[in-house]
């Protein structure tokens, strides 16, 4: 589970735009769907 959502987080940070602290975005966006899922 955790495999899978750290795929999907790279996935749509890669596919955003580069835009100013987009990785920063991307990686909160990613913690928060983790405590969403855990």
Same mark, same amino acid.
């Given at each position: 589970m955790i495999r899978v959502a750290t795929?999907?987080?790279v996935a749509m940070t890669i596919a955003w735009p580069p835009a100013s602290g987009? #990785?920063?975005v991307? !990686?909160?966006l990613? !913690? #928060?769907r983790r405590?969403?899922?855990?």
């Open positions: 795929g999907m987080s987009g #990785a920063v991307g !990686a909160r990613g !913690a #928060a405590r969403g899922l855990r």
